[in-house]
C-alpha cells in the first residue's frame, strides 16, 4: 500500500522544545496539505504545497511553525517552542490537480502531546 | 468564506437501524461536496462526494444529495452495522471549485451497538 505516511504517530514532548513532523505524500500526487485537529473538532487547514511552493498559509499558523516541501515530495511541520495550545492531531493529506475532482488522501496522523 | 455546520452531539443506534447525519453548508459558488470517515485510531477517508446540485453521492450503502436549494448534504444509511462505528465529517473545498484546502464541520460521531 503507497498511501499518505506520517512519522512518528505520536509525540511527547515538554512544553519549550522544538517537534519536526513528516509526512511522505502519494508518490504522483503534486499538492500536500497540513492540518490541525483538536478532540472533539473537525480538522482546520494549516497549509498547503503545490510542488515544492507553499501556496498559502492559514492564521492558525503562527510564527512558530514552519513547514517545508523542499523538493516536492516529502513535507516537514516544525514546531517551535511548543506550548500545551500545540497539543492536537497533525494531519497531512495530499492530493492530484490532475485529477477531474481531486480527493484528498489523508494519512494516519501525529498526535502531539505537550506536557 | 465557506463553511459547515453539523449535527451537535454523538449519535448511538442499534444495528440495522436508519442514519441521518445533518450536514448543512454556506459557500461562495456550487463547490463540490464531501462527506469523509475516521474510524477508531485511522486517519480520514473519503466516504462519498457530489459535485453539483442534484448530485447524489453513494458508497458502502451510504448516500448524501446536493441539495442547493436547502443548501444541505446530508448523510444517510438505510441499515447500519457495527462496523459503521466512526466519526463523520462533512467538507467543502474554497470558493465554488472543486479542489484546495477543505473547511470541516465538527464532526459526528456514530456508535452503532449489536
Known amino acids: 500500500d503507497t498511501g499518505v505516511s506520517q512519522d512518528p504517530r505520536h509525540k511527547i514532548t515538554k512544553r519549550g522544545q522544538n517537534v519536526t513532523f513528516r509526512c511522505d505524500p502519494i508518490?504522483?500526487?503534486?499538492?500536500l496539505y497540513w492540518y490541525r485537529q483538536t478532540l472533539g473538532q473537525g480538522p482546520e487547514f494549516l497549509t498547503y504545497?503545490?510542488?515544492?511552493?507553499?501556496?498559502?498559509k492559514s492564521r492558525l499558523l503562527s510564527d512558530r511553525f514552519s513547514a517545508e516541501r523542499p523538493k516536492g515530495s516529502f513535507s516537514t511541520l516544525e514546531i517551535q517552542r511548543t506550548e500545551q495550545g500545540d497539543s492536537a492531531m497533525y494531519l497531512c493529506?495530499?492530493?492530484?490537480?490532475?485529477?477531474?475532482?481531486?480527493?484528498?488522501?489523508f494519512g494516519p496522523g501525529t498526535r502531539l502531546t505537550v506536557l | 468564506g465557506n463553511s459547515v455546520t453539523q449535527m451537535e452531539g454523538p449519535v448511538t443506534l442499534s444495528e440495522e437501524a436508519f442514519l441521518t447525519i445533518n450536514c448543512t453548508y454556506t459557500?461562495?459558488?456550487?463547490?463540490?461536496l464531501f462527506w469523509y470517515v475516521q474510524y477508531p485510531g485511522e486517519g480520514l477517508q473519503l466516504l462519498l462526494k457530489?459535485?453539483?446540485?442534484?448530485d447524489k453521492g453513494s458508497n458502502k450503502g451510504f448516500e448524501a444529495t446536493y441539495r442547493k436549494e436547502t443548501t444541505s448534504f446530508h448523510l444517510e444509511k438505510g441499515s447500519v452495522q457495527v462496523s459503521d462505528s466512526a466519526v463523520y465529517f462533512c467538507?467543502?473545498?474554497?470558493?465554488?471549485?472543486?479542489?484546495?484546502?477543505?473547511?470541516f464541520g465538527q464532526g459526528t460521531i456514530l456508535t452503532v451497538h449489536p
Open positions: 493529506a495530499s492530493s492530484f490537480t490532475g485529477a477531474v475532482h481531486n480527493e484528498q488522501f
Open positions: 508518490s504522483e500526487h503534486n499538492r
Open positions: 504545497f503545490q510542488n515544492e511552493a507553499q501556496l498559502e
Open positions: 459557500a461562495t459558488g456550487y463547490p463540490s
Open positions: 457530489a459535485t453539483k446540485a442534484d
Open positions: 467538507a467543502l473545498p474554497p470558493g465554488g471549485t472543486s479542489y484546495g484546502k477543505l473547511t
